[in-house]
């Protein structure tokens, strides 16, 4: 669990790492090897800042053509949190560093930004070649067009 001793008036630097088990008593599937965090908590007067970067690998399925993929990514943050949330002046920044991590994922994954997808017709994964089906289906309600002629 990510605990920071703060400094008073000055900065206080940390470094996290290992599974998600380890850092955050939970088991996020979705990260496989370890997670690296590294920052610090500057003493801003009023609050604290926490500041700093995620490093992880994330593998997953992708939505368009479901095709195992992996992922490495990176997360900067610079977040503020109340004074009052020191104990003995230990900060608990478990719970935000889970956040942080989480509220950043994408809200779709892609195993590459123009990944095609899989073909409705055969359901082939047309990144890796054309199937040959015929995929443009007329929209029923705007079938009666096809007929109309210009003179």
Request: a negative charge; one cysteine or more.
């Amino acid at each position: 669990m990510p605990k920071v001793q703060t400094a008073r008036g000055d900065k206080a630097p940390f470094k996290f790492s290992g599974t998600t088990q380890k850092l955050f008593d939970e088991d996020l599937e979705d990260f496989t090897g370890e997670i690296k965090i590294v920052g610090e908590v500057e003493d801003a007067g009023r609050c604290y800042v926490v500041r700093g970067r995620i490093e992880c690998t994330k593998s997953f399925t992708c939505d368009r053509c479901l095709a195992q993929a992996t992922e490495n990514q990176i997360h900067e943050f610079d977040e503020e949190l109340d004074k009052a949330e020191a104990i003995d002046e230990v900060l608990d920044v478990t719970e935000l560093l889970r956040d942080i991590l989480l509220a950043a994922q994408p809200m779709k994954n892609l195993c590459k930004a123009d990944c095609k997808g899989l073909c409705p017709v055969c359901g082939a994964n047309l990144n890796e070649g054309e199937c040959g089906c015929k995929r443009f289906i007329v929209d029923p309600r705007l079938a009666a067009l096809e007929d109309f002629k210009l003179d």
